[in-house]
């Protein structure tokens, strides 16, 4: 690798929840540059959440995101000429990325509303632990699991 490491910068918080996490969400949700339409899905999501289930947003999507990170992951390395599924744990930054990949994924595979309450309704159901975020992880989780055996490979 050449040259040295880009320091790493601190992100502002949201100006709604003063929050780094929905900050981070809304980034992820961003598309071509345009944070003021993600902002207005992220919002609409968590005004849609506080409608439906009469509890702060905050602690509703607290919840959906830690049901729907990781712990472990697998990742593949190459031994002795066969590749093996190594399960490593999951770092807090890397849980979190993950956590809000799947959720917007799900949330924009899913068809026929507007992007905020499909969002609305894959935080939801991840907060209850269900819904297709948190069969992703699930099935992350179970991968490591029956790959347990190659965990000693792991540096």
């Not at 050449?2 to 100006?15: E, Q």
């Not at 709604?16 to 207005?40: C, D, H, W």
């Not at 289930?53 to 995101?65: G, N, P, R, T, Y």
Request: aromatic share 8%; hydrophobic share 40%; glycine share 6%.
């Amino acid at each position: 690798m050449r040259g040295k490491k880009a320091p790493k910068r601190k992100m502002l918080n949201d100006p709604k929840f003063n929050s780094p996490v929905v900050a981070k969400l809304i980034n992820y949700v961003m598309e071509r540059g345009k944070k003021q339409t993600a902002q207005n899905i992220v919002y609409g999501a968590f005004d849609i959440v506080e409608e439906k289930l009469k509890k702060s947003a905050m602690e509703i999507f607290d919840e959906a995101v830690k049901n729907v990170s990781p712990l472990l992951e697998v990742k593949s390395k190459r031994v002795g000429g066969a590749n093996y599924q190594v399960p490593l744990q999951v770092r807090a930054e890397r849980r979190l990325q993950l956590g809000f990949r799947w959720l917007i994924n799900a949330a924009r595979s899913r068809k026929g509303k507007p992007m905020a309450e499909k969002l609305a309704f894959e935080i939801m159901e991840a907060a209850q632990n269900q819904g297709d975020a948190v069969k992703k992880k699930n099935d992350v989780q179970q991968m490591a699991a029956a790959n347990r055996a190659f965990a000693h490979f792991a540096k």
